[in-house]
């Protein structure tokens, strides 16, 4: 098992001591730190700067939000950032939701898969430069000949040569389609609330992505990548108090009330009454009960809590059912190392 440090995005500022923790993961041995965006901080710029200070550790985007940049526009990132780094990016793609693409980014939401698939195309030419990038799918045309264009538009080469052609690129995905299609087009999945229950399920859906034809990997080279929240405690109680407002937020605030992929997960997890209540409870206005209305029972399925023995237990099913880097949140340098540890040194 792997360990990826997620910063995730930020709040009103910057986080206090991001710096320290990435040093740290990078130091005792975790494989990645990850950042991720939404509708302030991105998720290119930390990498950037905090990882510029490390020497071996990739450097993933969880995740970059599709319609935050042009295909082409997200590659030049990525190339970038592989120079600089050496050749430590991961880059994580994701589509986010119609609050944020519609809302933020002033753009459809519509047919999220097809936009991803040409997206990922978009950029695996960009990465490859063997012949000017074009596409001639509805979502990014290219050359642009559409309502405005004055026709002069030309297929273009990268001028940077590409460190890396075959640079990794994991989808967020959380739904059957969208989690076949990353099998299919991608090098990783990351998985957000994964529950180890249910694997068998997982499987399917992966298993079908990769039996198309042209897929890219199988599964013996291809990474799972599942946000976890690991607490080594001795007060597993405390712990599942802490995480249930987010829990809850993620159920009942983070998407419209008749489109949320993550309350999706969750009732995909046989939780869709806990839903329900959840939900009504948080547009209310009361956070306090809707997390309180988590059930113990959804937070320990979808995070890893206990003993130092007991942690390094439960990171063993979790590789067992597919695992093979878990996305960790750290707030202290002391957490870094104590979760190198126990997961680390067990390898």
Request: hydrophobic share 45%; net charge negative.
């Amino acid at each position: 098992m792997k360990l990826g440090l997620q910063l995730g995005y930020w709040g009103a500022g910057p986080p206090d001591g991001a710096a320290e923790l990435v040093a740290e993961a990078d130091r005792v041995g975790f494989d990645a730190v990850f950042a991720a965006e939404s509708w302030g901080s991105d998720a290119f710029t930390p990498l950037a700067w905090w990882g510029s200070a490390t020497q071996r550790i990739r450097l993933g985007t969880s995740v970059a939000q599709l319609s935050a940049r042009a295909p082409t526009a997200c590659a030049m990132h990525a190339l970038t950032l592989d120079h600089l780094s050496g050749g430590r990016v991961i880059l994580g793609l994701g589509v986010s939701g119609p609050q944020v693409v519609e809302g933020w980014y002033g753009a459809p939401f519509g047919k999220p898969l097809a936009r991803t698939r040409e997206y990922v195309s978009i950029i695996r030419q960009v990465l490859a430069r063997e012949a000017p990038v074009r596409n001639d799918g509805p979502h990014y045309p290219l050359p642009y000949n559409g309502p405005g264009a004055e026709g002069l538009g030309k297929p273009l080469r990268p001028i940077v040569h590409p460190l890396r052609s075959d640079l990794p690129i994991w989808l967020g995905a959380e739904g059957p389609r969208n989690v076949a299609l990353t099998a299919e087009i991608a090098d990783g999945w990351l998985a957000i609330y994964y529950s180890p229950r249910l694997a068998g399920m997982y499987d399917e859906w992966l298993d079908e992505g990769f039996a198309r034809p042209g897929a890219r990997r199988s599964r013996a080279d291809f990474e799972v990548a599942a946000s976890a929240s690991v607490v080594i405690t001795d007060d597993p109680a405390e712990a599942i108090d802490r995480l249930r407002p987010v829990v809850a937020l993620y159920a009942g605030g983070m998407g419209a009330e008749r489109r949320n992929f993550h309350a999706d997960v969750f009732r995909r997890m046989g939780y869709a009454s806990v839903v329900d209540d959840v939900g009504r409870l948080f547009r209310a206005g009361r956070k306090a009960e809707a997390a309180a209305a988590v059930p113990d029972e959804l937070v320990t399925e979808t995070a890893i809590i206990g003993s130092a023995a007991q942690v390094r237990a439960q990171v063993a099913e979790w590789e067992k059912a597919g695992v093979t880097l878990l996305l960790v949140h750290c707030w202290t340098v002391e957490q870094v190392r104590e979760l190198a540890g126990a997961v680390l040194a067990t390898n």
